[in-house]
């Protein structure tokens, strides 16, 4: 069965970088996405990436465009999500999910068209 965790998440200051892995246990490649959670605040998409690894077939929430890159490395069945310039608006847990379903060349960050979780990895901006 599909599973998938994620991790690399940490404590930084405003402006510095992290990188978050997302580790799936099978070599296909999904449809994944990532999202957060801030404190007091719904879960939102950050990020995705669909099976096909064109660029349209990449999205990021405005807030994060720019400055966040979403890829996939094949070899070792891992979504990455390089996150720079980072803000205390950025603090969050980060989830990543796979769509196990969708064929599309685009990918959505429709939350529930993922069925396989994470359990999270915080991420924390602060000077």
């Known amino acids: 069965q599909l599973q998938v965790a994620e991790s690399g998440g940490g404590l930084v200051q405003p402006g510095g970088s992290l990188t978050l892995s997302c580790a799936a246990s099978t070599s296909r490649p999904y449809q994944i996405a990532w999202f957060r959670q801030a404190p007091g605040k719904e879960r939102e998409g950050v990020s995705c990436i669909s099976r096909h690894d064109y660029e349209v077939g990449k999205d990021y929430a405005p807030s994060v465009k720019g400055r966040f890159t979403i890829s996939r490395d094949h070899a070792n069945n891992t979504v990455y999500l390089q996150m720079n310039n980072l803000t205390p608006e950025d603090t969050a847990i980060y989830y990543c999910?796979?769509?196990?379903?969708?064929?599309?060349?685009?990918?959505?960050?429709?939350?529930?068209?993922?069925?396989?979780w994470g359990q999270g990895t915080q991420v924390t901006v602060s000077s």
């Open positions: 999910a796979a769509n196990r379903y969708s064929g599309s060349y685009l990918c959505y960050m429709k939350q529930n068209e993922y069925d396989t």
